[in-house]
T-cell receptor, first 116, second 113 residues
Framework: EAGVTQFPSHSVIEKGQTVTLRCDPI?????LYWYRRVMGKEIKFLLH????????ESGMPNNRFLAERTGGTYSTLKVQPAELEDSGVYFC??????????????FGPGTRLTVT | RKEVEQDPGPFNVPEGATVAFNCTYS??????FFWYRQDCRKEPKLLMS???SGNEDGRFTAQLNRASQYISLLIRDSKLSDSATYLC??????????????FGKGTLLTVNP
């Protein structure tokens, strides 16, 4: 079974530019999450999709971040315009339907974003 | 107070040693508890879930004390391949039907030959 995949693995952009990160969850996983780790800090929750709906976006830093999950499959996270403090590693994770009792989340390899 | 606090580490131990990781959490509404390991520049990988009764998986034993809001992970007979950062992770109820994983900062373990 394929795991969570993310694209790109690395991105270096200049301040003010736009970047779009993509996540493909494990097939059949309704729940998709975005997380971010900035240097020296712990991994922080950004938002949670259930299928195509945003269930919880309380962790999104500001309105420069836009996440979508059209059709309930893959998700994109767009940062526009990027700022220096957006640099970090962005992880995506997925889990099965919570009703089946699984809270275990499986992480993708992450996208390392550097804003210069 | 941080929501999830871990031993800051780092831990350096010889092969074969027993090593213990400690973690406390502040939110009593926490529902589920996990230990993840993260290798350098890799994603977190689920090591084990932690149940109230305690659970064991080979050389790894996890314990949960809800009254003290404390979680532990014990690694026995440590191997070189156990070298990684160990993340204490708590699934916290955040309102309505929402839960979110909250991470500790991690404890770096290096097992030396």
């Amino acid at each position: 079974e394929a795991g969570v995949t993310q694209f790109p693995s690395h991105s270096v952009i200049e301040k003010g530019q736009t970047v779009t990160l993509r996540c493909d969850p494990i097939s059949g996983h309704d729940n998709l999450y975005w997380y971010r780790r900035v240097m020296g800090k712990e991994i922080k929750f950004l938002l949670h999709f259930v299928k195509e709906s945003k269930q919880d976006e309380s962790g999104m830093p500001n309105n420069r971040f836009l996440a979508e999950r059209t059709g309930g499959t893959y998700s994109t996270l767009k940062v526009q315009p990027a700022e220096l403090e957006d640099s970090g590693v962005y992880f995506c994770a997925s889990s099965q339907d919570r009703a089946r009792g699984s809270y275990e989340q499986y992480f993708g390899p992450g996208t390392r974003l550097t804003v210069t | 107070r941080k929501e999830v606090e871990q031993d800051p580490g780092p831990f350096n131990v010889p092969e074969g040693a027993t090593v213990a990781f400690n973690c406390t959490y502040s939110n009593s509404a926490s529902q589920s508890f996990f230990w993840y390991r993260q290798d350098c520049r890799k994603e977190p990988k689920l090591l084990m879930s932690v149940y109230s009764s305690g659970n064991e998986d080979g050389r790894f034993t996890a314990q949960l004390n809800r009254a003290s809001q404390y979680i532990s992970l014990l690694i026995r007979d440590s191997k070189l391949s156990d070298s990684a950062t160990y993340l204490c992770v708590v699934n916290i109820w955040s309102g309505g039907s929402n839960y979110k994983l909250t991470f500790g900062k991690g404890t770096l373990l290096t097992v030396n030959p």
